[in-house]
């Protein structure tokens, strides 16, 4: 299992001060102006495989509701970036926030094959200002590997319930997602659909009692423990008060996320259920948790609570991260040839090594600067961790989230990396301060999005 919460944090008092209106109470992730939900779901993914070794992946399944592309599959762009390998299977799911209990579903005969596969899901929904949804709302990702080896948990049965029913919805044309009245959410969606999906589980041979924990997909936790009473469901629940009072709903990310959280919590033989619901569609599974569990380490746990975050200073920087007021903006000369041509470069990070003089370059080049000797070179992957050798930081340049910084950082493993510097605020970055390379957008030179790496002070 893996997952990924951006470094921002939005106090909802700042939201409801500015439109005049009761507001809710902690704070909201948010993905910061250069993140989505590929780049949030590859940091998901890199957390889940950083003791696997991602070429016995067999297939990828991309989940989200707000993928950055209408029409172009995100799990390839993944599938190249984590190097899973030309002969991967991969898939999108979109259109609702249920696809990540959709998918897997697809996923388990899949992963009953020869290799495992992942499940990752990340959303950045946008809801009308304002709104209720605003303030709920959250951005992250996570990601799970189904499949042989040792398993934290086992998914012992499943079963399902569709109907239609409107009660969360976009058009093609919005540009926000849209509700219905929570009485309506509540009573002739959640209770009325996830008692119908356990009815179909308690006709295969299981109870409310048999279960320590509860994994609900409502994104609030009074009311999921209203539902969980009504549906006769022990407790705890998941997602926790503080889930939900620091990072909010994170849309498709929001039950893995959840299932997580319990999943740390638990004991060797102890059985979860998971629930998930969105327009009428229900989906029930059931976990049993294996001796393997005690070696998983509370990350999602001590990252709610971690001092790392930064506060967004005020609602119109959130504003100006989500597009939604006009800003200026750089378009760069790009193309699809090019991306094409540099994408061993963009994605896998790969740098030359002169075969004549050792010398490293990145970005890449076809004639050494040491030696000039001409198109004589090994592909040489660069570290992501380094320590930073100097940087300068820019206060009239325009970005979102100023000032704009770039640095240079000494590789590990060797190599320097000069490119910006994301997720750093004023005076918070120091010679000698160790680093990571990310995957970011970059700009939206050619009317598509252009990714590369950046560092970040984590």
């Not at 899949?110 to 959250?138: H, I, N, Y």
């Not at 629940?237 to 893995?256: C, F, H, M, Q």
Request: charged share 20%.
């Amino acid at each position: 299992m893996g997952f990924y919460l951006p470094r921002y944090r939005l106090d909802r008092q700042k939201v409801g001060q500015v439109w005049g209106r009761q507001y809710l109470p902690g704070t909201r992730s948010l993905a910061n102006h250069d993140e989505d939900s590929l780049t949030m779901a590859a940091e998901a993914v890199w957390d889940c495989l950083k003791a696997t070794d991602p070429a016995g992946v067999g297939g990828l399944i991309f989940v989200s509701s707000s993928s950055p592309y209408a029409e172009k599959q995100v799990s390839t762009v993944l599938c190249n970036l984590i190097e899973l390998g030309s002969a991967t299977a991969t898939l999108d799911c979109g259109a609702s926030v249920r696809g990540t209990s959709g998918a897997l579903q697809f996923a388990l005969p899949m992963a009953a094959g020869a290799k495992p596969v992942l499940v990752v899901a990340a959303d950045t929904r946008d809801a009308e200002p304002g709104s209720e949804l605003e303030q709920v709302s959250g951005d992250g990702a996570a990601a799970v590997l189904l499949g042989h080896g040792d398993p934290i948990a086992i998914i012992e049965a499943a079963h399902s319930h569709a109907e239609d029913f409107t009660d969360i919805w976009r058009r093609s044309t919005d540009r926000f997602v849209r509700t219905d009245e929570p009485p309506v959410l509540r009573n002739l969606g959640y209770i009325r659909c996830l008692r119908a999906c356990l009815e179909g589980l308690w006709r295969q041979g299981y109870a409310a009692g048999a279960f320590s924990r509860v994994v609900l997909s409502i994104p609030e936790p009074g009311r999921a423990a209203r539902v969980a009473r009504e549906l006769g469901l022990p407790t705890p629940v998941y997602p926790s008060a503080d889930l939900l009072n620091t990072v909010g709903d994170t849309g498709a990310a929001a039950p893995l996320l959840a299932l997580i959280l319990a999943l740390e919590e638990a004991q060797p033989g102890d059985k979860v259920l998971m629930c998930t619901y969105s327009s009428g569609n229900a989906d029930a599974f059931v976990f049993h948790v294996t001796e393997r569990v005690r070696s998983l380490q509370a990350g999602l746990r001590d990252t709610l609570g971690s001092v790392l975050y930064r506060e967004v200073p005020d609602y119109q920087r959130f504003l100006e991260f989500r597009r939604l007021i006009p800003r200026e903006q750089t378009q760069p000369f790009t193309s699809n040839p090019m991306l094409w041509r540099d994408r061993k470069q963009n994605l896998g990070l790969y740098a030359t090594r002169c075969r004549q003089c050792a010398d490293l370059a990145y970005p890449r080049r076809r004639v050494c600067l040491g030696c000039g000797a001409k198109d004589d070179f090994d592909d040489v992957k660069l570290s992501r961790q380094g320590t930073i050798f100097t940087y300068t930081e820019d206060h009239l340049f325009p970005t979102p989230d100023p000032p704009m910084v770039m640095g240079i950082a000494d590789l590990k493993g060797g190599g320097r990396f000069y490119g910006q510097v994301t997720d750093c605020g004023p005076g918070q970055l120091q010679i000698g301060q160790p680093v990571r390379l990310v995957f970011r957008k970059l700009h939206e030179g050619g009317d598509f999005h252009n990714y590369f790496w950046k560092l970040s002070p984590w």
